[in-house]
Antibody
Framework: EEHLVESGGGLVQPGGSLRLSCAAS????????MNWVRQAPGKGLMWISVTSRDGRSTYYADSVKGRFTVSRDNAKNTLYLQMDSLRADDTGVYYC?????????????WGQGTLVTVSS | QSALTQPRSVSGSPGQSVTISCTGT?????????VTWYQQLPGKAPKLIIF???ARPSGVPARFSGSRSDNTASLTISGLQAEDEAHYFC??????????FGGGTKLTVL
């Protein structure tokens, strides 16, 4: 059974950095594009980023471009999100999400999320 | 990357049908066959219920169906059940190799 477990969330001051991790199991991690999606408290979903199977192709939402970096280690079945220059509006639950094998933009398995709070 | 437009809330009685709309532009909803819908139960992660505008993943009841007309996609839930009460989010692939979500719709089963 597919399983995604995020970690690394917590409280950070504005301007600070945080690195999220997502451990994958139950499927062949290296065969799938992987996404990050954020949900602000009580709000809707916002797509953040995606990385290709080998990590060579990455795409970002405009609001995080230049501040966030997605990467992966296929040997460790782990996805990462490096978040720098954090702002209050980056606060939310960050979900690690698998893209369907035929199309990365169909988000077929979601982790339970990790909460990031940006506040002084 | 403007968010897709969804109604904030809809409601219906058990057994009835409800439709949730999702309006975008020709650069997202109207320009690609890659509209998806997600159901989010309280305190849970979202779950995929419709992909490629009209397709259902295995295990999703046939009561859930998707459609599209021009720049507006729709999710219809037939034979409403109490367990369908949740938030529903649409999402579309966009021209800039990004994804854009709708603001979400809260479905209340009366």
């Amino acid at each position: 059974e597919e399983h995604l477990v995020e970690s690394g969330g917590g409280l950070v001051q504005p301007g600070g950095s945080l690195r999220l991790s997502c451990a994958a199991s139950g499927f062949s991690f290296s065969n799938y594009w992987m996404n990050w999606v954020r949900q602000a408290p009580g709000k809707g979903l916002m797509w953040i980023s995606v990385t290709s199977r080998d990590g060579r192709s990455t795409y970002y939402a405009d609001s995080v471009k230049g501040r966030f970096t997605v990467s992966r280690d296929n040997a460790k079945n782990t996805l990462y999100l490096q978040m720098d220059s954090l702002r209050a509006d980056d606060t939310g639950v960050y979900y690690c999400v698998r893209g369907m094998s035929s199309s990365w933009f169909t988000l077929d398995y979601w982790g339970q999320g990790t909460l990031v709070t940006v506040s002084s | 990357q403007s968010a897709l437009t969804q109604p904030r809330s809809v409601s219906g009685s058990p057994g009835q049908s409800v439709t949730i709309s999702c309006t975008g532009t020709r650069t997202d909803v109207g320009g690609h066959n890659f509209v998806t819908w997600y159901q989010q139960l309280p305190g849970k992660a979202p779950k995929l219920i419709i992909f490629d505008v009209i397709a259902r993943p295995s295990g999703v009841p046939a009561r859930f169906s998707g459609s599209r007309s021009d720049n507006t996609a729709s999710l219809t839930i037939s034979g409403l059940q109490a367990e369908d009460e949740a938030h529903y989010f649409c999402c579309s692939y966009a021209d800039t190799s990004t994804l854009v979500f709708g603001g979400g719709t809260k479905l209340t089963v009366l």
